[in-house]
């Protein structure tokens, strides 16, 4: 997800009765999950090798595919080969680079809200409040959903490709819909602070009736989120990463990442090439390992999540 809001989103842990949180389980009161998540995969092959890396590396634990981009079929075919490894889909209302876009898997004419005048998906998140129909993101996101299935990628989970199901309370709804239909988890925080919910009101409107939806069915939620686009160097981000894996609270958080391969073709497409390189090289490298361990820091996938989750419930 790219332009989500600037810097670590940190989100509070709140108690409550039943909560479908490894923090509840015995044993796990103290202790600190991570899944480290890649993602834009299907972007383009820099992309795709560049997160194949990560995973390979035993340190990137879970990615989420862009079905509408040019190459998601390559992405798909890995994923089905190696179905060890976590794979979500990346849902996708925006196709925001100048030279390098993407229109939408469902067809033009069943979905013309969701495009501009030539034809491609909106380029940013306000274009897509401002013009977009829920019933035809809908057919969109499904249409997404039902192609990777269709490539036999292995699903775990659903998330939102820069925060765009999560700029209108309607699309927060078919958001929750799809997961809860195609039994699969969706990226979502059990609690909104502040600077979150004023970035992103619909969030904070839809909160409450979706993760008690979510418990009901047994998918797992959040308890934080991290993701961040700052740093002027490499050094700067990798010191900010590691900050933030120091200072995890107890409970399970997701922490975004874009891997790259900085080379001609990446670079021509977007000016985050250099970060997206630096984020391969951080979650691929024996200091990152080591850190996480030095911290006892557990790497989780979404798989995991779940089937932990869905342990609990039965325990129950």
Known sequence: MRRIQPGIIKISLIAVAIMLSLT???????DRFLIVHADD??????VNMATIEGLESGLVSSASIMVPCPWFSEFADYAKDHPNYDYGIHLTLNAEWKHYRWGPVASRDSVPSLVDKDGYLWDNTSQVAANVR?????????????RAKAFGVPLSHLDTHMGALISRPDLVEVY????????LPILFLRNVDETTAKAYPALKEAAAGIVKALDAKGLPVLD????FYGGDTHAQRQARYYETIRNLKPGVCELIIHCGIENEELRAITNSASRRDGDRRIFTSEQTRQLLKEQNVTLLTWKQFRQQVSKDVAAK
Do not use: K, W
């Open 134 to 146: 829920a019933e035809e993101v809908e057919i969109e996101l499904r249409a997404q959903i039902d």
């Open 24 to 30: 509840n389980l015995p044993g796990h009161a103290q």
């Open 224 to 227: 934080s989120l991290a993701q």
């Open 41 to 46: 995969a299907g972007m383009s092959h820099s």
């Open 176 to 183: 929750a819909r799809l997961g809860i239909e195609y039994d």
